[in-house]
Structure formats: structure tokens, C-alpha cells
RNA sequence: GGCCCUAUCGUCUAGUGGCCUAGGACGUGGCCUUCUCAAGGCCAAAACACGGGUUCGAUUCCCGUUGGGGCUACCA
């Protein structure tokens, strides 16, 4: 069995100290499953004594974007996933692929063509159709050493040989060499291509564990076959499931939001995201759901990672981070929701404290404070809302006048939820809890649901929800 | 199409041959708690894809089928 298997190999590299890395490109924003990437090899640092370095894989330059990179290195910094080194950046290291694309020239391990995918895939095609053995399956027929006009660096790659490595979630993996054609692994001498640069760095950054999405399966022959044509040491691979929108297809904007940055401007702490995220695939043995980072680390392991696909709920994410929110202090609150919606905010410090201390439970994330904060306006109700069930619209009105009459007589500085209830309950248990509660409660929010009148009451102040009952009054 | 990965409640998952009448969490439904809502508490419904093996015994091991997914660029 593969995983008893895998448990007899240590995770813990006999090549070295542990260096694992992430390696973005910076032609979008952090991308939840980038960063999900980045918080298991940062975790797998960190549980180990590790090295996490971050590298910007900026080899597309049109697609490439600084302020892309702005977004991921605020991001992960963000969600507190920091670094040991970098940001390297692959466009700064471009004397050193020239260097071994020198090498790989000189040696004929790979040479110039002006070949595409699908000529060589044709020529192969017509090989296999000839009967031939695809001996030099995708490999363009004139290929030279020195190149003309347009033509790239392709890496020959063996015509017949198995590839097998060992992923350290999923067990022994092996490819067919015959089935991979030529590889391009760069555009001319000062423009590498991915699987190039990924070997490069790899080895020059000593990375010992390569640790990333299982899109990069397909990825992981073609990269060894360079390190073995390199004379590099192989490091270790572990492929992480993907994570899935509802219809179990791979994450993407159309379904919902994929970078970092939506989460955190509707509202979600980075804390919850840590936590979610780590869930989505990996699971600590004790079942235990809600942990803080520190918890994560110690409980981690990369047995424990999940094989298949994770789809993304939003709704047990929005439960996960109402759970965080609630033990948050109100002006802690209070803090991030003015930094992240100075511009909508249209209520006063006091008054947003004592609407958080009511709201909190009601908020699953920071963003729903706007609306939190609009409910307290009084709508144009009906007035026969005022009335609890069949009650009598008279025993109502009598039922807020008495009301009125006891809330006047509370002072001011004691206008609290805790003092309303010791003056204002005992009425109600006199009068009947629905009549005199209800109506009391829809004076004062003018809705059928909100929260209870004491706690709107102190939210409101003295003069407020005075006005409000009267108002009722009136109606009836 | 080819190659590769994968398969426990709707979702995230526990489970490494007997402890499983398959456990937890989100969500859903019900009940309780100061009138409603929220929060909280309690309870409930809800899954081992299928077919062959192996074994005294399979959710667990092997093979196949089916389903799902990924990759298949001069992107990363």
C-alpha cells in the first residue's frame, strides 16, 4: 500500500536542510489557490525548522505585472505567511539560465527550431503511421546549433525511457518519455521558459521539497528529465489537491471570487482564511476545526493531506469567520471596519460601538456591519405590525405608553441594555411578554425581525427611542 | 482523443482488515431559551459509486468498470 508505503520514507529530506519555496507568477492577483500553496509550504517550514522563500516567476514579461506582484507580496504578508527570502525574481536571474542554456547548447541536449507543438506532433503522427518507432518522437528534423531568425530553445527529451518519482501524498507516479515531444525552454538566450527556469531555481535555491498544485503533475517528467540532463539532484515532490468551485471544476473567477484581496475587502479576517484554507485538503487527526496558525503548525503533516479535489464552501467559510468574529473586541472591530470602509461609515464612534456590541453575532463578516448600520433607520411601517398576533390594537398603545412612561424616567447614563431590562421586563411579565415586547420592539425598529428592544434601545439613546415610540403611538 | 490524478453524508472530512448500528464540522429540518431575528444548547435526516477478487472477515488491500478532475503553448 502506497501510504504505508510512503510513511516508511521520511518527509524529512536526507539531502539537506528543508528549503521549500513558492513560486508565482505575477500575472494576476493571489489567487486562493496560490496562497493555500504558499500557507502548506510555509507550514511544512515551519513544522520543520525550515526555509520558506518566495520567488516572482516573471519570465512572461507581457503578461507580467508589477502591480500583480504588489498584490501577492500584500497578500501573503497579509495572511502572515512571511518569507525567509526574496522576493527573487527570475527576471533578475537571466544571466544565469543563459549560462546553463550554454551548456545544454553546447552539449546537444537541446538545440534551436523553428518547429511548433504541431509540426512536431505531425511529424510524429506521420512516424507512427510509417510504422517507425517514434524513436525521436516530437523532435524537429533539422534542428541546428546556432540559431536564425524566430527560432527557440528546445530541450530534447529521451525517446524511451520511464520517469518515475515518488509524491510524497500520492505515491509512486510514472510517465512515458516517448509521449512528451521536445520542450521548449526558452524563446532565445535571455528569455527562458517555465519548466527551464523552475529547474534552474530549484537547484540554485537548493530547494529540497517541491510542494504544489496537482496541475502540476504533467509538469513534474519534464522537469526531472532536465535535472537529470543538468546533472541535478532530484528533490522531493508532493502534488496538493486542487481546490474546486461547486461544480468540482478547478477554482476559477467565474464561479466565485479567487483572489485574496475580494476576501479581505468583504470582510474576512486572515486568520479564518489560514484556517480555511488549511482544511481544504488537510485535516489534523483530532478533528478539532477552528485553530490558529501556531495550532496548524503543530499539528501538521503531509500524510494527512487530502488526494483528491476540495470544492470551496462559502458558507462554512462565512461560519468559520463569524466564529472568529465573535470573540473580537468591539473597538478591535471597530478598527478594521473603518480602515476598510472609511467612505461608506455614516455613524459615529459611540454609536458604532454599542451597534457592534449588538451586531456582532449577527455579522459573518466585516462587510455586513453596512448593513447592520442601515437597519438602524426606521422604515415607513405598517401600523398593524404594531401588534402581537390578535392583540387589540388599544391594549397595544396602553402597552406603549406604559412603556414610554417607564423609559422616560431612566436617566440617561444609565440608558444601558442591562438597566432597560431590570425596569422594562418585569412589565412585560405583568402585561404578557408578546404584547408588551412585540410592539415595543417594532416601535423601535419599524421590522419584524431585529434584534431585541433593549438592545436597540441603548443603541438608539434616551431621545431616540422616546421619538420612536411615539411615534408608534401616533400610528395606532 | 492521449497521458496522469482521483472516488465516505449536499459540502469539508474521521476512518490504514474486526473497535463501524460508519464519527465530527458546515449546511438543512425540529425543539428549547425573554416577542421576532441572530447567537447558544439539544435532537434528527443525510454517505462507504459499481462489479470482481484476496481474506475467517472488507469502507479499509488488489484488479476492472463507471464517474469526477487535471494536463496536453514560443503561459506559468
Avoid at 136 to 141: F, N, Q
Avoid at 258 to 273: F, M, V
Avoid at 318 to 343: C, G, H, V
Wanted: charge should be positive.
Amino acid at each position: 500500500m502506497f501510504s504505508k508505503l510512503i510513511k516508511l520514507i521520511s518527509p524529512i529530506s536526507p539531502i539537506g536542510p528543508i528549503r521549500v519555496r513558492i513560486a508565482p507568477s505575477p500575472t494576476g492577483y493571489l489567487h486562493i489557490g496560490t496562497a493555500r500553496t504558499a500557507l502548506f509550504n510555509w507550514l511544512f517550514a515551519k513544522k520543520h525548522g525550515g526555509k520558506f522563500i518566495l520567488r516572482i516567476e516573471d519570465t512572461d514579461l507581457e503578461r507580467s505585472d508589477k502591480k500583480y506582484e504588489k498584490d501577492i507580496i500584500d497578500g501573503l504578508r497579509w495572511l502572515g505567511l512571511d518569507w525567509d527570502e526574496g522576493p527573487h525574481r527570475q527576471s533578475e536571474r537571466l544571466a544565469i539560465y543563459e549560462k546553463y542554456l550554454q551548456n545544454l547548447l553546447s552539449e546537444n541536449q537541446a538545440y534551436y527550431c523553428a518547429c511548433t507543438k504541431e509540426t512536431l506532433e505531425k511529424e510524429r503522427q506521420l512516424q507512427i503511421k510509417k510504422g517507425e518507432a517514434p524513436k525521436y518522437s516530437g523532435r524537429c528534423r533539422n534542428f541546428k546549433i546556432a540559431p536564425e531568425q524566430g527560432e527557440i530553445i528546445r530541450f530534447k527529451i529521451p525517446p524511451a525511457e520511464k520517469i518515475q518519482f515518488l509524491d510524497l501524498i500520492r505515491g509512486p507516479i510514472i510517465f512515458d518519455s516517448s509521449l512528451i515531444g521536445d520542450l521548449a525552454i526558452a524563446k532565445n538566450l535571455q528569455t527562458p521558459l517555465y519548466n527551464f527556469a523552475v529547474v534552474i531555481d530549484d537547484y540554485e535555491m537548493k530547494i529540497s521539497h517541491v510542494i504544489r498544485g496537482e496541475d502540476h503533475i504533467a509538469n513534474t517528467p519534464k522537469q526531472i528529465l532536465l535535472q537529470r540532463a543538468l546533472n541535478f539532484p532530484e528533490p522531493k515532490y508532493a502534488h496538493l489537491p486542487l481546490i474546486l468551485d461547486p461544480d468540482r471544476s478547478k477554482m476559477s473567477k467565474r464561479y466565485s471570487a479567487t483572489s485574496i484581496q475580494e476576501y479581505k475587502e468583504r470582510g474576512y479576517l486572515p486568520e479564518t482564511l489560514v484556517n480555511f484554507i488549511a482544511l481544504l485538503g488537510w485535516h489534523p487527526a483530532d478533528d478539532q476545526e477552528k485553530m490558529a496558525a501556531s495550532e496548524i503548525i503543530r499539528k501538521f503533516s503531509l500524510e494527512r493531506i487530502q488526494k483528491a479535489g476540495a470544492v470551496f464552501d462559502i458558507q462554512k467559510l462565512n461560519w468559520l469567520n463569524s466564529q472568529y468574529l465573535k470573540e473580537k473586541s468591539e473597538s478591535e472591530l471597530w478598527q478594521k471596519i473603518k480602515e476598510l470602509y472609511d467612505k461608506k461609515i455614516s455613524i459615529q464612534n459611540e454609536a458604532a460601538l454599542k451597534l457592534l456590541k449588538i451586531g456582532k453575532l449577527r455579522m459573518s463578516k466585516l462587510e455586513d456591519f453596512l448593513s447592520l448600520q442601515e437597519s438602524l433607520t426606521l422604515p415607513d411601517y405598517d401600523s398593524n405590525l404594531l401588534s402581537w398576533k390578535n392583540t387589540h390594537k388599544e391594549t397595544t398603545k396602553e402597552a406603549l405608553r406604559l412603556a414610554q412612561e417607564v423609559t422616560r424616567t431612566i436617566l440617561v447614563h444609565e440608558f444601558n441594555q442591562k438597566n432597560l431590562e431590570n425596569q422594562l421586563m418585569p412589565l412585560a411579565d405583568n402585561q404578557g411578554r408578546g404584547e408588551f415586547l412585540w410592539p415595543l420592539r417594532v416601535a423601535l425598529s419599524g421590522k419584524d425581525k431585529s434584534p431585541g428592544p433593549f438592545e436597540l434601545m441603548e443603541v438608539l439613546g434616551k431621545e431616540e427611542s422616546l421619538r420612536r415610540i411615539n411615534i408608534a403611538i401616533e400610528k395606532l
